[in-house]
């Protein structure tokens, strides 16, 4: 796949351009986006992503468009998992509603920043090492093991990361709008919008660690893989109000992304013995019989296992009112109390609320 340098300028310009006119357009004005919105929004982003793989598979072949749909579903599939940690993140601080777009906004930003280091390294590695794809499947391996049987229930707001981050800087007792500093005292302090934004930062780390690999799994091409996260991360703010009672209901999530990580680890290990270079494997010689998952097999398993994962997750969530009800979009009763008081000019009236202090503490 022939990609010019002019062509990474402008796919980098655009990319900047659309997430500028989303803070402008959408987030520079503290709101609760509706229904319609983020369905219209969402539904534009989704779309020009398929726009966008059909024109790579037109003018690149459709090899590579294949990769790409593979890429996106994947890389898509992964995002929403992301937002379900946001939300748990936004709980554990209690974000008011009106705030939550610019900490998601600001989120999704560090993770495509992220992960357009991760995505130039991996390319580096991949050029140089072809011994790396051993390492990139066995870590998929291990983390699709993570997924299935690990927990879920731990709040990055609580942990240890975010205790240190406590102890070294000044927090202000309550939310200032959305400011992320204030100056108290002649002193200045981080506000609970900032430690938000600083953990949202630290899953975004985190998640970028699986997510690149996985696409790497799929497609050596850098500008595939930065292109099916950019689309992949367009619109998962819109997303997130239109399907955040749903979020809850996929219950079967974690054990569907399990299974593609795992079948990504294995198409890598094959890929990896089948280019072989490591002379304790087979003398330092490839072995071929080793089969090479083509890329429609690739596409329709991805498809096949998201698909069922979301069917069984709403057939056994049947009935239920939004889930368990352990966190909802709008930050649970903590942040629509401390909206409500700020609306009425009062300050939250228990600061550990607004300092960061999760309700899981409390």
């Known amino acids: 796949m022939q990609v010019t340098p002019l062509i990474w300028i402008i ?32 539904a534009f982003y989704i779309g020009l992503a ?7 598979g037109l003018v690149s072949g459709w090899s590579y468009g294949g990769e790409y749909f593979a890429g996106y579903l994947t890389e898509k599939a992964l995002s929403i998992d992301n937002l379900f940690v946001f939300l748990i993140v936004m709980s554990g601080f209690a974000v008011p509603k009106k705030y939550q777009q610019k ?23 991949i050029e140089n090492f072809s011994w790396i794809f051993y390492i990139f499947g066995a870590l998929l391996l291990f983390l699709a093991y993570k997924q ?6 731990s709040n990055p707001a609580d942990g240890k990361f975010m205790q240190l981050v406590r102890r070294v800087l000044p927090i202000a007792d309550e939310y200032h709008g959305d400011k992320l500093t204030v100056k108290q005292g002649g002193k200045r302090f981080y506000t609970p919008m900032m430690l938000t934004i600083i953990a949202i930062g630290f899953v975004d780390l985190i998640f970028a660690v699986d997510s690149i690999p996985a696409i790497y799994g799929l497609t050596n091409e850098a500008y595939i893989v930065f292109t099916a996260n950019a689309f992949a991360l367009m619109g998962l703010r819109q997303l997130f109000f239109l399907i955040g009672g749903l979020l809850e209901r996929l219950v079967y999530l974690a054990q569907g992304l399990a299974v593609i990580l795992a079948f990504i680890g294995v198409k890598l290990v094959f890929h990896a013995l089948h280019v072989n270079e490591l002379a304790f494997i087979n003398g330092g010689q490839p072995l071929l019989w080793v089969p090479e998952i083509p890329i429609w097999f690739s596409l329709l398993f991805i498809a096949a296992t998201i698909a069922v994962a979301t069917v069984a997750s709403l057939l056994k969530t049947r009935g239920d009112n939004g889930g ?8 649970g009763p ?13 300050p939250d009236e228990d600061p550990r609320h607004a300092a960061g202090v999760p309700k899981s503490s409390l």
């Open 148 to 153: 299935a049987f690990g927990s879920h229930d």
């Open 103 to 125: 900490v998601l906004m600001i989120g999704i930003v560090i993770a495509l920043i992220l992960r357009g280091g991760f995505i130039a390294i991996g390319a580096g590695l």
């Open 50 to 56: 398929l726009l966008f793989g059909v024109g790579i």
């Open 334 to 346: 903590a942040a629509a109390s401390a909206d409500d008081r700020e609306a009425d000019g009062q």
């Open 11 to 42: 796919t980098l310009a655009v990319t900047v351009l659309f997430f500028v006119y989303e803070f402008f357009a959408h987030v520079r004005k503290p709101h609760e986006p509706s229904i319609g919105e983020s369905a219209r929004w969402s």
């Open 324 to 331: 368990s009800g352990r966190h909802s979009v709008d930050g």
